[in-house]
T-cell receptor
Framework: SQTIHQWPATLVQPVGSPLSLECTVEGTSNPNLYWYRQAAGRGLQLLFYSVGIGQISSEVPQNLSASRPQDRQFILSSKKLLLSDSGFYLC????????FGQGTRLTVV | GDSVTQMEGPVTLSEEAFLTINCTYTATGYPSLFWYVQYPGEGLQLLLKATKADDKGSNKGFEATYRKETTSFHLEKGSVQVSDSAVYFCALMTGNNRLAFGKGNQVVVIP
């Protein structure tokens, strides 16, 4: 079955520090991969979308970037975190069906 | 663009009560529609889906019918249990494989 391993589950980082969230996929090859964020009181907003290695589409302007160095690896990064980057980050994939990681609760302090 | 709207606010109800969570959508073409559930401490998981008009998705006692005329996909369950307490997300899949989510509704079932 298709699964996503996403870590860590929770993270507290100071303003101005870098960020790296990673998710890895098992059980399928060449999936579409997505990074979503849910800020407090809002829905899941699509941040980045990838159809293959090195192919990244950014959906909204922001302080974050994404990379896909391998078919089953999708990384969300920031060089300097802002307070407004706090939220719940979710990695998702789509092969035959959509499937999700556990999510990461990021608090920037 | 394509979007999903869910009713505002948490939903609190007693065990064995009837649950309805409203979901309406805006989309070009004919999207697939989904309900996802996130139980406390767990990730998102698919609850049910419908891929075309008048389809009814069902799972674990939950049902939702794809209503093209009202662009709705309301989630219903006739008799909720405490174990149904979770956050429920309505979503649609666009033609270019993007998932658009609603804000989610926290459901709290009181024994």
């Amino acid at each position: 079955s298709q699964t996503i391993h996403q870590w860590p589950a929770t993270l507290v980082q100071p303003v101005g520090s870098p960020l790296s969230l990673e998710c890895t996929v098992e059980g399928t090859s060449n999936p579409n991969l997505y990074w979503y964020r849910q800020a407090a009181g809002r829905g899941l907003q699509l941040l980045f979308y990838s159809v293959g290695i090195g192919q990244i589409s950014s959906e909204v302007p922001q302080n974050l970037s994404a990379s896909r160095p391998q078919d089953r690896q999708f990384i969300l990064s920031s060089k300097k975190l802002l307070l407004s980057d706090s939220g719940f980050y979710l990695c998702a994939g789509k092969g035959a069906e959509a499937f999700f990681g556990q999510g990461t609760r990021l608090t920037v302090v | 663009g394509d979007s999903v709207t869910q009713m505002e606010g948490p939903v609190t109800l007693s065990e064995e009560a009837f649950l309805t969570i409203n979901c309406t959508y805006t989309a070009t073409g004919y999207p697939s529609l989904f309900w996802y559930v996130q139980y406390p401490g767990e990730g998102l998981q698919l609850l049910l889906k419908a891929t075309k008009a008048d389809d009814k998705g069902s799972n674990k006692g939950f049902e939702a019918t794809y209503r093209k005329e009202t662009t709705s996909f309301h989630l219903e369950k006739g008799s909720v249990q405490v174990s149904d307490s979770a956050v429920y997300f309505c979503a649609l899949m666009t033609g270019n494989n993007r998932l658009a989510f609603g804000k989610g509704n926290q459901v709290v079932v009181i024994p």
